[in-house]
């Protein structure tokens, strides 16, 4: 019938535009990009110069990636307590409750509240705490902007970590408890290592979130073009770099942000196949 | 029996301790992690709620010095983000006109040949496609649009951003909620007799209608709140327009403008609020569009 | 029952009521008496309540929230409703329908799983001679004393079954519970198990539940059939099966209900 072939070949079609998109990502990216990496070798990546005055212009990729690296992985030590123990509630003390489904639905929220309202609230009710405990005096800084992304990214750790966490055979509870175990001696002994791959995905996969995250940092951080120079230092991000000065670059100068952005999508590409994979081979 | 070994019970107390404590170390970390949702959303409310009245969705958003009469004199700021609306409204229709029938059909072809390799490629990229962070789909937009095609900032590059945005959550969304329709379903169909092209149009998506809905519903919902792209490709107009080939604002990029200059401080609350509401609004609605139909 | 001195029973059920939901009794009023040493089986239909009663004994019933549970059970004369659980789980052992190994432990740590479990710190030597003396009571011991340190996956289900009774029986328990133990395995692992309790029955008191008439004919010393949560009749397994009194006993032991 010429409506199957027809259904069949546009089925086809569409699954191209994937593959064309993915194409055109890499290439542009690396298009855009190569003008910087001709000028700068692969110097690029590790130099943390930044100066963009005319007749000397120099840029390097580290502070970024620095920053990037400091606050993901600080959002993610902030995270994971909070994610633990929420998962551990949902999925173990409170399953199938509707204490835990009230839990989990407030958890949702917290993943639909948009970046830049995140940021915004960071700003004015965040910041002027910081200031106040005298670590920072503006209140910007690595650290004010990774405790907001630890907020953000916890919906992720969450979910996932609970949902493996769920899976975890009754039996094997039941075998430890008819041992005499007590209901946390259970849970470190049988339900965490069971679930030891599945809960150390989810944070992998929540870590690549915190790394793409721009707007919350952005309004965070500080904006300085350098190495973070403390936990409560300003610095910058490779999301953030962008977001500020991509708008006005040009020339050089705007292969060296999209240089930037072809590194920020290599290191969470990676970042995320990495956790899908420690998925796929627990599942 | 005769105890070959010495059994304690003398450490069960402190074991029973542990447990307790440890279970009261869990509520107050689920406690500790919910909290700031009420502190945003209170914030926020209290805050924006002074802003918003009718000409908040009606009026454009002000200019700078309107704002800061009204601020030092102690009135509401007048305008609103009419232009915002508008822009958002234009983008997200032109995204998902591209994103949804392309997604849908994508996601449609992976579930009904999930044993080819060539599926199998299609889906991780698709994988990857969503882990990409969004403000580089911005700089994807701005090269390929604002550089080539409209030679300036657009509302048509904003749109194609949230459109590479959406297409692999509506495609995820699609597949998995296929994957839920029993297989029985399909037979009875091919054993009447249908072709497989109706089978498609007539049985598979019908069923599972609620379940695309609901991806469609949050993957909207995901880049109406987006704001890093649009900074790329947008930029911001203070017009009210249709014209896909100038910039155009959005809701997110307003309040982006509103946060940067201090007179306008409460209308980033009530910008805030509105956006928080309406997004969450639609999560909420995708859930329960998404329970109520259980049959898939 | 017999007129038997107190002392014999190692378990006493005193009007033991249990139930989920208010209302709905599961185990309704059951009063009945265990012999030491000697294996007693409880069957009947499904849902007649005979898990529910064999988990009371070890408290593993407790494990629901909102259970309610009447009346009392007695170890050694002690009600084990007020003693300590960990202290009863010591005492009361469980075997489980599934076999279920810890899969992230060797055999060697499987079986002192309940040692590890509980904090109870051993000399090497000592652990070595639990595990011994514990793989040779379930006959065991030669068949896998060549891979102890081998995960217990590679075990068949016969085997994995016998390791989990090693490990119940590594405390020494006063009583091993079984639920429906040989249910998920093959005719010849489940003969080899029915051969291992009737060795067991010798140091231990086993209580077994099954859904198998059979099984409890050949190997029990004791038998009750439950009906819809109550103890319909108890007594000798002999005599039980060849002369019911009940009605209802009758029509189960001849299959006019499973």
Known sequence: MSGDRVTKVLLFISSLTILLLSAGIVISLFGGALPAFREFGFRFIISSAWNPTAGSEEYGAMSFIAGTVITSILALIICIPMAFSTSLFIAEYYNGTRTSGILRSLVDLLAGIPSIVYGFWGFYALRPLMVATGLTDQGFGVFTASLVLAIMIVPYATSLSAEIISMVPAELKEAAYSLGATRREVIFSVVIPSARSGIIASFILALGRALGETMAVTMLIGNANVIPKGLFAPGNTMASVIANQFGEASGLKMSALIAIGLLLFLITALVNYLGKLIIKRFA | MTEMYPVLTDNISRRNRTNIRFRYLVIAGSVITVIPIFLIVGNLAVKGFRQINLAFFTKPAPDTFQAMMAASSGEIIPGGIANGLTGSLLMVVLASLFAIPLGLMTGIYIYENSSLKYARFIRSLTEILQGVPSIILGIIAYIWIVKNITRGYSALAGSVSLAIMMLPLIIRSTEETMRMIPVSIREAAFALGTPYYKMIYKILIPVSFSGLATGVLLALSRILGETAPLMLTALGSPAISLDVTRPVSAVPLLIWDFYNDPNMVSLVWSASLFLMVFVLSMNLLARSVASKHKYI | ?258
């Open chain 3, 1 to 258: 029952m017999n007129n038997t001195p107190q002392s014999n029973n190692v378990l006493e059920i005193r009007d033991l009521s249990i139930a989920y939901e208010p209302g709905k009794n599961a185990v309704n009023g059951v009063t009945a008496s265990v012999k030491r040493n000697s294996i007693t089986a409880i069957m009947g239909p499904s849902g007649c309540g005979k898990s529910t009663l064999l988990r009371a004994m070890n408290r593993m019933h407790e494990l629901y929230p909102n259970i309610r549970t009447k009346g009392d059970i007695l170890l050694d004369g002690q009600s084990i409703f007020s003693m300590s659980v960990i202290e009863l789980r010591r005492k009361v052992g469980m075997v489980f329908q599934r076999p279920n190994p810890f899969p992230n432990m060797t055999i060697y740590e499987n079986v002192v799983a309940g040692f590890s479990l509980n904090d109870i710190r051993l000399k090497k030597s000592q652990r070595d001679e639990i595990v011994e003396n514990a793989l040779r009571n379930v006959t065991l011991w030669d068949e896998v004393k060549e891979s102890l340190y081998r995960k217990g996956t590679f075990l068949s289900g016969g085997q994995q079954q016998r390791l989990c009774v090693a490990r119940a029986i590594a405390f020494n328990p006063e009583v091993l519970l079984l639920d429906e133990p040989t249910s998920a395995l093959d005719p010849i692992a489940t003969s080899k198990i029915e051969d291992l309790l009737g060795e067991l029955k010798k140091k231990y008191t086993l209580v077994l539940v099954t859904h198998n008439m059979s099984q409890a004919a050949r190997i029990s010393d004791d038998s009750m059939f439950m009906y819809l949560g109550e103890l319909v009749e108890s007594g000798r397994t002999g005599t039980l099966f060849t002369t019911p009194k009940d009605p209802r006993t009758e029509a189960y032991l001849t299959g006019k209900f499973g």
